[in-house]
């Protein structure tokens, strides 16, 4: 039985073809790497059926992911995360047909953990020794929690401000870490500079390796799945480097191509705050590219991204799939959380707080309809952010009373 049906990588700019049976990171003209299948032969080996009988994690579908040998996998049980109905939020704000894809239960807390498990298992498989990443947090947790498991090294640099808790996942599991005065993209040059003097480091920044949007892209195999088979209308992702709205989208036109689902497409909603918003602003503009912005900001820190290097990517998921982008402020952010929170018990992460934020605010302008069904993307759990809810509680004297009602 062949495990993955992985062919070849391919560059998202030229379509060069690239080994994807070597480390490698982006193309000859700097773009990332695509990873590709023999559709034809998997749709042959594989039903929609089986897939089903399969157990609870992303690796039911690993005919369609980059792991040669199932001997590769490093799995702390990530995916298969619940789609949700969001009722009582949901007439609040026009949308009776909302759910919520809720990836706070995913290992680490944040959906990063499916790109870190299948972008670690297959950097193990083809002998690599240690990984190195910049960071807004989240994605270097669960990179360094993955390569722990893996038995491989990690090195990690993330923003001061970065969400505490993040520092103290990548320490518990023995990244070597450093913190920088400054964004990602400072991160970045740091780790860059760093990998090349040394031996068996393969730097994994998004979208410089291949497979993170692997993993990620198995949110859109699930959500496809949960529904029978069938897509929804709408899709609400909150797009930092935007690797999940890439994968969801490439998710899409595989399973076209296995004959897994019809021609309908869901129309993606890239979402951004509006202290970085590179992307909306290209969308906006009519560009193919997004521009590098100074001094960007908001508590949304998963999205606070300057400038992504699979940016015209995400456009052109956008764009094809019909869908839009929008930005929202943080107050919008903080005031729809606490919304959601009361209406459905579920504290979510700020970024995808803004994706409720974003789905209230496309149904006000009627780009959604009410009849529309609706997914939205909630890529961790409230309780790596804390901070996110004020508290002010009073406190009882021993001998005191509960106030009568
Ligand atoms: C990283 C992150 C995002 C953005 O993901 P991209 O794939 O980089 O666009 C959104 N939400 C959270 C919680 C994140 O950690």
Not at 225 to 242: F, H, R, S
Request: proline content about 5%; aromatic content about 6%.
């Amino acid at each position: 039985m062949t495990y993955s049906y992985l062919s070849h990588l391919e560059c998202s700019r030229t379509g060069e073809r690239y080994d994807a049976d070597e480390v490698q990171g982006v193309s000859r003209v700097g773009a990332p790497l695509l990873v590709r299948y023999d559709l034809e032969a998997a749709r042959g080996a594989v039903s929609r059926d089986e897939v089903e009988r399969r157990p609870h994690d992303l690796w039911r579908y690993h005919e369609l992911l980059p792991v040669r040998d199932a001997r590769h996998v490093t799995t702390l049980g990530e995916g298969m995360t619940p789609l949700l109905p969001m009722t009582t939020y949901g007439s609040q704000v026009g949308i009776p047909h909302l759910l919520m894809k809720d990836e706070g239960l995913v290992p680490t807390g944040s959906f990063k953990a499916r790109g870190a498990a299948v972008g670690v298992s297959r950097a193990r498989e083809l002998g690599v020794k240690a990984v190195a990443m910049p960071t807004n947090g989240n994605a270097g947790a669960a990179w360094s929690v993955y390569a722990a498991r893996a038995g491989l090294g990690s090195l990690i640099v993330m923003p001061q401000d970065a969400p505490e808790i993040t520092r103290r996942e990548c320490v518990v599991s023995g990244a070597e870490l450093y913190l920088v005065d400054g964004l990602i993209n400072h991160a970045g040059a740091l780790v860059k500079a760093a990998v090349e003097q040394r031996t068996g480091y393969q730097e994994v920044s998004t979208l410089k390796e291949p497979y993170r949007i692997e993993g990620k892209k198995t949110m859109g195999y699930e959500i496809a799945e949960q529904l029978g088979w069938q897509v929804p209308d709408v899709i609400l992702y909150p797009a930092g480097g935007g690797v999940g709205l890439i994968g969801i989208h490439k998710a899409m036109l595989e399973m076209q191509q296995l004959g897994w689902i019809g021609d309908k497409l869901p129309r993606l909603v890239a979402v951004q705050a509006e202290g970085c918003r590179p992307i909306v602003d290209a969308f906006e503009q009519g560009k193919d590219e997004s521009e590098l912005k100074d001094g960007t900001h908001t508590l949304a820190f998963g999205i606070n991204v300057p400038k992504a290097l699979g940016d015209f990517l995400v456009l052109q998921a956008v764009r094809e799939s019909g869908g839009t982008a929008v930005a929202v402020t943080d107050d919008d952010i903080l005031a729809e959380l606490a919304t959601l929170a009361a209406a459905e018990g579920s504290w979510v992460c700020p970024e995808g707080a803004a994706c409720f934020a974003a789905a209230r605010r496309l149904r006000e302008d009627g780009w959604i309809r009410e009849d529309e069904q609706v997914v939205v993307l909630n890529t961790g759990t409230g309780l790596k952010y804390p901070e996110t809810v004020g508290v002010v509680v009073p406190v009882l004297a021993r001998d005191g009373q509960v106030p009568a009602r």
